[in-house]
């Protein structure tokens, strides 16, 4: 294991290793915590990473805890990384006033409006700088070869936007509850507009995985793509989340593969994550083994 | 459902629903919390029962949350029950002092000594008072003749020296990290020092679950017993739990059904709980099913 990353902690579970990360990045100019779940099977051989994206006021810590990934991922033999949701301790003007804005909440974009884009550079962090850094790290461990992607929330919307823009990059990718057309709903827009700015609609369709699907998706292409939604989320009934135009841009392209499950009563908690947890490492897994 | 609980939140997940639930005690004297997962298969018929007991510093929301018992017990088709671990609000002189004692710390004892002895009633609520309200209030989807229980350190010594203490009430019982032998070790001293008196040694050795394996069974007797360490738990390096001696008391007087399992390098976190939730409920599920 190189030196690039301090292990803050190594916890046995599930027959595996959870590894608590701290390495400090280009691209926020902060300290970042990861978490990097190795399953038993790294232990013989290079295993495939399916990369967790988290929602809004999450660190690494709260998937890892709660979120139930780990109990499919050793059994099917694949390692999950769980970056931060932003950078933390950039002491920017108000970065702290807003739970869904600023820090936890970085969008998983590179902001280009002051002060943000010094720090908030989390699409360069998460597509860049964490994948060569940990498959650095931990070459005899991780198959930089075969990457999936998931998320919640936030960090579905970053898992689906990140996957469109990065052709090849990902092998398969799934969202828990995302927030799938954020131009449209008041959490994007207060992410966006501080962002990005608020007239800069070209850039929020960039990093709009709705938009996304309209603009480079064509008829016949395969998404490989399950998005699960409860129809008791908060949020989803707030319309922060609006799969359903979603699902129309898939429609109308053309696009195939696509399966978006919508689960009763199901809320937006970790109750919600770890109930399909495995489902969602069992889709990546058919692309990743 | 009766009206003896209110029911503050029902929640999907893992097919079936976890209600948050509180009730006043006449035992404690105070109002109660607890936990009751209900799995998917409780809609078509009564399913048996298995107690959870937390351990230090727990509320019913810690295992429900990080223990992933509901994954198996949703596929085995149990319900789980989370009771709280001691009275809250009883403003009691010292109470929150410590957290290893008073609030958050019951030991699932009944106090004998002044002034913990009108509220520190746990044995009582959970052996009788709860059970009774819980088999009323469900009376159509839990099946009162089928009832397991286990737990987590202080709730491990909790489901280990209720089984002993009420044969034929439990049809099984295991534990993860239990405290063995609380006479012997400092979370025990204390505890039993402060609920019983100091000098009360034969009370100490009647809530005791080494010392209750020697004074109540037999050589041959069966204990249908499932206990999981992990070796890199602190606090069993600390002799907290001395797992040791309950494996001598059960050795020395012959009880068949044990098994003690020392888990390689797990610590005493739900890391470890959830890594072997699984086997715990299938352990359950032998003797309920």
Avoid at 122 to 129: C, F, G, I, L, S
Avoid at 134 to 140: L, M, P, R, S, V
Avoid at 174 to 181: G, H, R, V
Avoid at 238 to 245: A, G, M, R, V
Wanted: net charge negative; aromatic share 12%; proline share 6%.
């Amino acid at each position: 294991m190189a030196s690039t990353f301090e292990t803050k902690a190594t916890i046995a579970t599930f027959g595996g290793k959870l590894l608590k990360l701290s390495h400090k990045s280009n691209a926020t100019q902060t300290p970042m915590d990861v978490n990097l779940y190795l399953p038993p099977a790294s232990n013989d051989r290079k295993v495939p990473v399916l990369i967790f994206l988290s929602g809004l006021t999450c660190t690494p810590q709260n998937c890892s805890e709660k979120g139930f990934f780990h109990a499919a991922a050793s059994k099917a033999g694949l390692a999950v990384l769980y970056p931060d949701t932003s950078p933390r301790g950039a002491d920017l003007p108000g970065e702290k006033d807003s739970w869904d804005f600023g820090e936890g909440a970085g969008f998983y974009v590179n902001a280009t409006a002051e002060p943000w884009k010094k720090h908030y550079n989390m699409e360069t962090y998460v597509t860049r700088e964490l994948p060569e850094a940990i498959f650095g790290a931990f070459a005899d461990k991780l198959d930089k070869t075969r990457v999936s992607i998931t998320g919640h929330s936030m960090g579905g919307h970053g898992a689906l936007t990140l996957f469109l823009k990065n052709p090849g990059m990902y092998r398969s990718v799934s969202a828990l509850a995302p927030i799938c057309n954020p131009s449209q709903c008041p959490w994007g827009e207060k992410a966006f507009g501080g962002y990005f700015g608020a007239g800069e609609k070209s850039q929020w369709a960039g990093s709009d995985a709705t938009e996304l699907v309209r603009a480079k998706l064509k008829s016949g292409e395969k998404l490989p793509c399950l998005i699960d939604v409860g129809t008791g989320d908060n949020f989803y009934n707030q319309k922060q989340l609006l799969p359903e135009n979603f699902e129309r841009a898939v429609k109308e392209t053309g696009v195939e593969g696509v399966e978006v499950r919508y689960q009763p009563d199901y809320d937006h908690s970790y109750f919600f994550i770890s109930s399909f947890a495995e489902d969602h490492v069992q889709h990546a897994a058919k692309y990743l083994l």
